[in-house]
């Protein structure tokens, strides 16, 4: 069209978004298609679209919203920043029934009032209520947990899949289905051919041999997250924090044969550098002994190291990362040291000095954190550090197009507010 901005325009009027003024040379639009997101979570946030989310409120609006949630039944409630909203155990004491879930999902807490109604639905839950190793051995069980208590069904999973449209998303991964009730939600919705699935082991263990062929490989979590301070870093972490890893060597090796024994994929979450590092140590020891996998994709992988990038590309592992989570370098400065801040997300490293290629064996996704292409073309192309620079097109390779629809958005990248938005194609 000649006049693209008047359709840029309607669609900023349409969501309240303030439109620079056309004078503003800085810019700048493309059309790109809809995206593949090679890691989110489907399942669990198609249950928890159910639930309040309090990652956008301030502390003290956030802090209303508990206190105002009902007292005769249990709440479900995530977007819990640690960092910005504080809870302790006389808010705990005071809340209403609720059920807190950390925004990294890693993480929870229970007021006392939810107590009564959790201890027989999820005991294990309420038994560990305050023991981080536990939960973050225990990840997969807490994702069976909240969707369990949340609940998902085919058209949650088609309302989540139609809201990532206008976000540039077509298609997505969900990268730790928790149980076969959640396969099943999103195999009988009508969004199934724009789903690939990745099983806990639990699940795909409580798999027929049918559901077992439609995952796409079996999901294990080796370390924390950064925002329960538990990620495998060696550290030290500023105020506190611990890394925790959820295998002994030998039960990752165990862990590991046994989803090559079954020939699907093997996804493995790493974070810090002590869990890539034990990824490695046990993948390179298999490989000797024989084991074959048809691929291993290591999650997330932020502070991987030069030396342990050569090792997983002589291994022929996929790494599976998160521009978004380059935001990391400046939201936890609170708990993680300048070094690391420097080395999250190292992509030049990976692409320009150890060879890794984009779309080929560097692949990104969101986590859902948040969903969608605005953010993590923002942080691609206005990092934090130099090193996490991407080029839209690396970034664009990395995603893929989206499988099972085609579709384009439009991008308006703004050089000056150093910012990307999405907008509708009009
Ligand atoms: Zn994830």
């Not at 201890?119 to 069976?144: C, I, Q, T, Y």
């Not at 420097?342 to 954190?369: A, C, K, Q, Y």
């Amino acid at each position: 069209m000649d006049r693209p901005w008047l359709g840029a325009l309607a669609a900023a009027a349409v969501r309240g978004v303030q439109l620079p003024t056309m004078s503003n040379s800085s810019i700048r639009r493309e059309r790109v298609p809809l995206i593949h997101d090679n890691h989110s979570h489907v399942s669990l946030y198609a249950a928890l679209a159910s639930c309040p989310d309090i990652s956008g409120l301030h502390p003290p609006e956030a802090m209303r919203l508990l206190r105002s949630l009902p007292a005769d039944s249990l709440s479900v409630v995530r977007g819990w920043r640690t960092n910005e909203l504080p809870v302790g155990p006389a808010d705990l004491a005071s809340l209403p029934p609720v059920l807190l879930i950390n925004f990294s999902l890693h993480g929870f807490a229970l007021s006392d009032a939810a107590l009564p109604y959790l201890s027989e639905a999820v005991p294990d839950l309420v038994e560990h209520k305050d023991d981080a190793s536990w939960r973050e051995a225990n990840v997969p069980r807490l994702f069976d947990a909240y969707c369990g208590l949340s609940g998902v069904t085919p058209d949650r999973v088609d309302a989540f899949m139609d809201g990532l449209l206008p976000l540039g998303v077509g298609s997505t991964e969900d990268m730790a289905v928790a149980n076969p009730e959640s396969l099943a939600a999103m195999r009988n919705s009508g969004s199934a051919a724009r789903i690939r699935s990745y099983a806990t082991p639990a699940a795909f263990m409580a798999m027929s041999a049918e559901e077992r062929s439609a995952c796409d490989g079996v999901k294990l979590f080796l370390d924390g997250s950064i925002g329960a301070r538990t990620a495998g870093v060696r550290g030290p972490w500023l105020g506190g924090g611990a890394a925790v890893l959820a295998y002994r060597n030998e039960e990752l090796d165990g862990e590991l044969s046994r989803i090559a024994s079954w020939k699907t994929d093997a996804s493995i979450h790493a974070i810090g550098e002590l869990a890539i590092e034990q990824a490695l140590d046990s993948l390179e020891r298999l490989r000797k002994n024989g084991a074959v996998f048809p691929l291993v994709r290591l999650e997330h992988a932020q502070f991987i190291s030069e030396e342990q990038g050569r090792r997983a590309r002589d291994l022929g592992l996929v790494l599976s990362m998160q521009p978004n989570f380059s935001s990391d370098s400046e939201c936890y400065a609170d708990r993680l040291p300048a070094a690391y801040l420097e080395n999250n997300n190292p992509f030049r490293m990976l692409i320009d000095r150890v060879g890794f290629v984009p779309g080929t064996d560097l692949i990104f996704g969101s986590d859902g954190m948040p969903h969608g292409l605005a953010y993590p073309a923002t942080l691609s192309l206005f990092p934090p550090f130099p090193v996490q620079r991407l080029s839209l097109s690396e970034l664009l390779a990395g995603y893929g197009p989206a499988r099972g629809m085609d579709g384009v958005v439009v991008l308006e990248i703004d050089d000056q507010a150093r910012q990307v938005r999405v907008m509708e194609e009009s």
